[in-house]
Each structure stands twice: as C-alpha cells, then as structure tokens.
C-alpha cells in the first residue's frame, strides 16, 4: 500500500477518449467546440403538449461501426446500445494513447473503474449498471472487471466527484491506473416526459429549457508522471477536488433558498492549496437553463482571488447538449487538451452541478515535466 492522499497528490492525465454529437473523438470533439459548432437537431421526441424536442445526440449511422458484441439482457433499447458502445469507444481511445498497455497486457491485468452513473429517478428506468459494467468487461480490449468498478450515482458532478475516488486507488491502494469517466443517452421517452414535466426541454413554448444530448467520456489517470500524456515538455495534474451539496436543489422537496453556497463550497476546496490569480478558463456543467447562471456567478464572485480578471467561462453544452453523467469527464478532458494544445494558460478550474445536491469542482494543472532528464 501507498501514503495516503495529500494536498501534493496528483493524478496524471495518461489517456483522454470521448465521443460526442459534434466528434467521434476527443480532438474532433475539442476542434468543433472552438469552432462553436453546434450539434442541435429538431428530434422526434415530443413534449407532453406534442411540440418536437431540440437534442443533440451523436450521429446514428457512427453505432453500427463499433465493433462490439452487446448482450442489453431483457431491456433492448437503442438507447442502452448507444450507451455501452459511447463508452466502449471513449474507453478503447483513452487507452490507446498509452504505449505501456499493450493488447497482452491488459488480458493479464485489470484497471480500477470509477464509473459516473445518472442520478436515480423514480419515474425513469436507467441502464442497469451491472449489465453496463459485465458488456465493458466482456470486450476483450478492454482490461476491466465487474468486481473493481466504484459507481457514482450522481450524474453531472459524478465524473468530477470520482477524481476523489481515483486518487484513492492511485495513492491508498497503489494503482498505476485508473480510468475515470461515464456515458450517458437522453433517447428514452420516460426521461424526456419526466424533463418535460418540469418545462425543462428546448423545445417551442418553453422559455427555459436545454438540449438533451449524449455522449462518453473517459479519462486513463496515472500516479507517475513519466507515463502522462506530455506535448511541448508539460504534462497534465489533476488535483484533489472540491465537494459540497446545495441545500435548495432541483430534486430535494426542501424549503431551503437556492443560494448557490454549494458551489461555493466545492471551488473553495477545489482552490484550498493554490496560490495567485491565475486561472485561465471555468469549464461548467451550464446547459442552457437559467438555473444554474446564479451558482456560477456567485462562486466565481466569492473565489475572484484566484481568477484571472479577464476569466472566461467555457460551457460546451452549447454545442453538444447536456452529457449527464458523461459531463463531468468531458468536462476535465476539454480542459486538459486545451492546456497541452495551447502554450498561454496553465491552470483551468472545472465543476459540475447535479440536479441533486452535489456539486463538484477541480483544478487541472499544466506541469513543466522533461521526461529525457528523469
């Protein structure tokens, strides 16, 4: 066993694979929302008052192409399908950019997951996590197991909340790697109608509403710098996060003011050992929906100390829709390939902000690293 997690601890950005309604993969992906391509389609989901819903979900004809054999047990859905192939795709990206896991070594070893998952709702029947997990553990390049997956049932915060997790299994258990990340699909009629019950979808009529989209991301982390993604002599850190809950929630039946204290709390753990004013961008879980401006605006006023003045505020569900769970990693991974692809800014703050209670927040840290002088 390893020291336990500190303040110094980073978990190392060593794969990045995701799959979205304006890219088949991460440099797709990041190239489109630069270019503010917007993946928003008229669908042929309805509202309860019948008007067509605004979604953006990754092309239908890319699905046939994944070559993965899918066991959706007695529930058979095209949403299940695209869920377990999303996170196939993502998973089989993140790991092919890490020359030490060859194709023979993951049969002899397996990775610790830490799976993002949506958040329970009772009107709504998601995919069963161990149908999930038993369709990823199946594919034979794919070095995971039912038995070492953590699962997070707190959907857009979840993928951001396990850095948590993984840096347990990096620094408690000893891990070389871990992967981190989620998937998630909005094509289901029982998650639209329970949406739409709260007038929560784009659609005509509704004044305040978001694009549900779908969409995997997955991160491969590493405690050793040496194995980490590097271009230009840097690397990428991600820190110990920041995590609170938000009394006055969408989801909890309280009488607590939605104030946005949550988040608040959660950038103020996310920037507890950082020090100057240096951060360059806020990648946010924002969809659309006014809600959630509120929070942003107040945790970015109360932690200004630690933010460049001229901070921008980057929230890609403008272009790709709402991720859910898949939100959080997606999130983490635009942030490091924008550090690695561009030489001004150093450290980006992310977060994100279930339905529920849980909110989120992280620092994603550009490192010098020469691997030729260690």
């Given at each position: 066993m390893s020291d336990p997690?500190?303040?110094t601890h980073k978990a190392y950005i060593a794969g990045i694979g995701m799959i979205t309604s304006v890219?088949?993969?991460?440099?797709?992906?990041?190239?489109?929302?630069?270019?503010?391509?917007?993946?928003?389609?008229?669908?042929?989901?309805?509202?309860?008052?019948?008007?067509?819903?605004?979604?953006?979900?990754?092309?239908?004809?890319?699905?046939?192409l994944v070559k993965?054999?899918?066991?959706?047990?007695?529930?058979?859905?095209?949403?299940?399908?695209?869920?377990?192939?999303?996170?196939?795709?993502?998973?089989?990206?993140?790991?092919?950019?890490?020359?030490?896991?060859?194709?023979a070594s993951t049969q002899?070893?397996?990775i610790p997951l830490v799976l993002a998952l949506p958040e329970p709702r009772f009107t709504v029947?998601?995919?069963?996590?161990?149908?999930?997990?038993?369709?990823?553990?199946?594919?034979?390049?794919?070095?995971?197991?039912?038995?070492?997956?953590?699962?997070?049932?707190?959907?857009?915060?979840?993928?951001?909340?396990?850095?948590?997790?993984?840096?347990?299994?990096?620094?408690?258990?000893?891990?070389?790697?871990?992967?981190?990340?989620?998937?998630?699909?909005?094509?289901h009629y029982p998650r639209i109608h329970d949406l739409s019950a709260g007038q929560r979808l784009l659609a005509p009529g509704v004044m305040d509403g978001f694009a549900p989209g779908e969409g995997a991301g997955f991160l491969l982390l590493t405690r050793h710098p040496q194995w980490a993604l590097s271009h230009n002599q840097h690397i990428i850190g991600i820190c110990q996060p920041g995590i609170s809950e938000e009394p006055g929630n969408l989801h909890d039946n309280s009488d607590q003011p939605y104030r946005g204290d949550g988040l608040d709390q959660a950038f103020k753990g996310a920037l507890a050992d950082h020090h100057g004013k240096n951060i360059h961008t806020v990648y946010s879980s924002m969809n659309g929906e006014h809600y959630w401006a509120k929070e942003c605006a107040v945790a970015m006023l109360r932690n200004e100390t630690h933010l460049q003045e001229r901070i921008t505020v980057a929230h890609p569900a403008d272009c790709y829709g709402?991720?859910?769970?898949?939100?959080?990693?997606?999130?983490?991974?635009?942030?490091?390939?924008?550090?690695?692809?561009?030489?001004?800014?150093?450290?980006?703050?992310?977060?994100?902000?279930a339905d529920g209670a849980l909110r989120a927040a992280v620092r994603v840290e550009k490192i010098p690293y020469n691997r030729h002088n260690t």
């Open positions: 997690i500190n303040d890219g088949a993969d991460t440099d797709m992906t990041a190239i489109a929302i630069e270019a503010e391509y917007s993946g928003y389609r008229v669908s042929d989901y309805r509202t309860r008052e019948g008007q067509p819903v605004t979604m953006s979900n990754v092309p239908e004809e890319l699905f046939p993965a054999e899918i066991d959706q047990g007695n529930r058979c859905r095209a949403q299940f399908e695209h869920i377990i192939k999303m996170a196939i795709v993502a998973l089989r990206e993140a790991l092919s950019q890490q020359a030490f896991l060859t194709p002899q070893a397996t029947t998601h995919l069963d996590p161990k149908i999930f997990i038993s369709n990823l553990a199946a594919q034979d390049d794919l070095p995971l197991s039912g038995d070492r997956v953590h699962r997070l049932h707190t959907g857009r915060a979840a993928g951001i909340q396990g850095v948590d997790i993984a840096l347990r299994y990096l620094y408690e258990a000893g891990e070389d790697y871990v992967l981190l990340g989620g998937s998630d699909s909005h094509l709402d991720l859910g769970a898949a939100t959080g990693s997606v999130l983490i991974g635009l942030a490091a390939h924008n550090l690695l692809s561009h030489s001004g800014p150093n450290s980006h703050l992310v977060y994100g902000s």
